[in-house]
């Protein structure tokens, strides 16, 4: 069974302003980046097999991202030690965001029930947000395909300019 989820959020909202720490435990926060566009990608976790594609996606697209002006933040509830170990073995040029007390997944909604072999729980749910330079939403995925997302992405922001 599919796992769905309703986020109340939608496209032309202001986001969920936030900060927390990044894999070297700096501060980041949301307002860090206005005046840029935001891809904020929520996974469930580092080092699994769907959430290591969709990093190493976002990774090989990087460079074009980044020549877009865009800056990409991926946010889990793992922790720095984690995270280190993630972007460490896969090389990830990015910031990921370390969310072990749930602010920034509830705050966007993509926390809630899952079901897995029969079982259900609480767990992020694998949601992209678009944040444009002005803060606001500009586009929400919510079915992502860890393999192909940052294509999609990208696809998404050369339309837009």
């Known amino acids: 069974m599919p796992n769905n989820i309703l986020i109340k ?3 032309g909202d202001r986001a969920p302003g936030f900060e927390t720490i990044n894999q070297n435990e700096q501060k980041i926060s949301l307002s ?3 005046g ?3 891809i904020l990608y929520f996974y469930p976790r580092d080092n699994t097999p769907g959430c290591t594609k969709e990093a190493c996606a976002f990774r090989d697209g990087f460079a074009q991202l980044e020549s877009m002006g865009v800056v990409v933040l991926g946010v889990s509830c793992d922790n720095v030690s984690s995270h280190q170990k993630f972007i460490s073995k896969f090389e990830l040029p990015f910031d990921l ?3 072990t ?3 920034i997944v509830k705050a966007y909604d993509v926390w809630g029930p899952k079901q897995f072999m ?3 729980f609480d767990a992020i749910h694998r949601v992209s947000f678009w ?3 002005e803060g606001m939403i500009e586009k929400i995925w919510t ?3 860890p393999d192909v997302h940052a294509s999609e992405v990208i696809e998404a922001i050369k339309a837009f300019e």
């Open 36 to 38: 840029k566009h935001v």
């Open 118 to 120: 029969g079982r259900t």
């Open 131 to 133: 944040i444009n330079p």
């Open 97 to 99: 965001l370390a969310d």
């Open 143 to 145: 079915k992502v395909k």
């Open 101 to 103: 007390s749930q602010e």
């Open 9 to 11: 959020l939608q496209e």
């Open 32 to 34: 860090d980046f206005m």
